[in-house]
């Protein structure tokens, strides 16, 4: 995964941990100036179940919905985007 670059904008540096659902990357940005760095949360789901991974995308889309509408504060991580890519959130 280093090195990949994600939905044409993140470019992976370095994995920041795993766990059950998935995996966290360290990311720069390279289509803002200065190519600021950004985390990425990758979500994997363990299931080809079709009904589970829909499910999962709602949840997951959802949970994004949210975090776009409480805008910033210090306690809530920013949300700049989210996008799926080969099936993966």
Do not use: W
């Not at 280093?2 to 920041?16: F, V």
């Not at 795993?18 to 985390?39: M, N, R, S, W």
Request: with cysteine; proline share 7%.
């Amino acid at each position: 995964m280093l090195g990949t670059l994600l939905s044409g904008r993140y470019q992976i540096i370095s994995q920041l941990g795993q766990g059950g659902f998935g995996q966290t990357y360290l990311a720069e940005d390279i289509h803002l100036p200065g190519k600021p760095q950004c985390v990425v949360k990758q979500l994997q789901p363990k299931t080809t179940d079709p009904v589970a991974l829909q499910t999962a995308k709602r949840l997951f889309d959802t949970e994004a919905e949210v975090l776009y509408k409480l805008g910033t504060h210090p306690r809530i991580p920013r949300l700049f985007a989210h996008f799926e890519e080969n099936q993966e959130f």
